[in-house]
T-cell receptor, first 111, second 119 residues
Framework: QKEVEQNSGPLSVPEGAIASLNCTYS??????FFWYRQYSGKSPELIMF????GDKEDGRFTAQLNKASQYVSLLIRDSQPSDSATYLCAASGAGSYQLTFGKGTKLSVIP | GAVVSQHPSWVICKSGTSVKIECRSL??????MFWYRQFPKQSLMLMAT?????????EQGVEKDKFLINHASLTLSTLTVTSAHPEDSSFYICSARSFGGDRENYGYTFGSGTRLTVV
């Protein structure tokens, strides 16, 4: 069974700090990995996706993928109170367009 | 970027009635659409995958006769909750994926969600 695991948190960081969110996945055949942000009562919005080993940067966000360790992370630099949300990690498998979601990590950025 | 429009955003219905939720891809063709359900403080649970012009594939434990999915065109998929009961109250979200589109912009775009309350 394909699983995506995340620490549920809450993760609290002070404003301006780096928030580090982690995710592991069980299916070695997973090919693409996504980070979504979900505010309470809203649908998820895509932050980044990554499918190659290494780092991918977009503004204040950096996604890191290590396929050997089956590990994905998201770093948020200069965290802002508006970054407070639940962050969902998702993986798509080989030959499948379905996404498997983790349960999400709740992030709180303290002003 | 890709936009998926979902309506209604919220609906209250009486137990035993049916509710239809629409999901439209506005600026791209969505060959595959996904329907999720999310209960409070839980993650998204995939209910079914629909491909344009064919029957939906339901996840284990999801009643296909209760949750009717129609994906009759490349831009529209509907989910009908039939004979709704209070336990069906949840946040329903659709997601669309385009075929052959720009992977950066069109992968897995979510609708805004529908909050269903059955009383």
């Amino acid at each position: 069974q394909k699983e995506v695991e995340q620490n549920s948190g809450p993760l609290s960081v002070p404003e301006g700090a780096i928030a580090s969110l982690n995710c592991t996945y069980s299916d070695r055949g997973s090919q693409s990995f996504f980070w979504y942000r979900q505010y309470s009562g809203k649908s998820p919005e895509l932050i980044m996706f990554i499918y190659s080993n290494g780092d991918k940067e977009d503004g204040r966000f950096t996604a890191q993928l290590n396929k050997a360790s089956q590990y994905v992370s998201l770093l948020i630099r200069d965290s802002q109170p508006s970054d407070s949300a639940t962050y969902l990690c998702a993986a798509s498998g080989a030959g499948s367009y379905q996404l498997t979601f983790g349960k999400g990590t709740k992030l709180s950025v303290i002003p | 970027g890709a936009v998926v429009s979902q309506h209604p955003s919220w609906v209250i219905c009486k137990s035993g009635t049916s509710v239809k939720i629409e999901c439209r891809s506005l600026d791209f063709q969505a060959t595959t659409m996904f329907w999720y359900r999310q209960f409070p403080k839980q993650s998204l649970m995939l209910m079914a995958t629909s491909n344009e012009g064919s029957k939906a594939t339901y996840e284990q434990g999801v009643e296909k006769d209760k949750f009717l999915i129609n994906h009759a065109s490349l831009t529209l998929s509907t989910l009908t909750v039939t004979s709704a009961h209070p336990e069906d109250s949840s946040f329903y979200i659709c997601s669309a994926r385009s075929f052959g589109g720009d992977r950066e912009n069109y992968g897995y775009t979510f609708g805004s969600g529908t909050r269903l309350t059955v009383v």
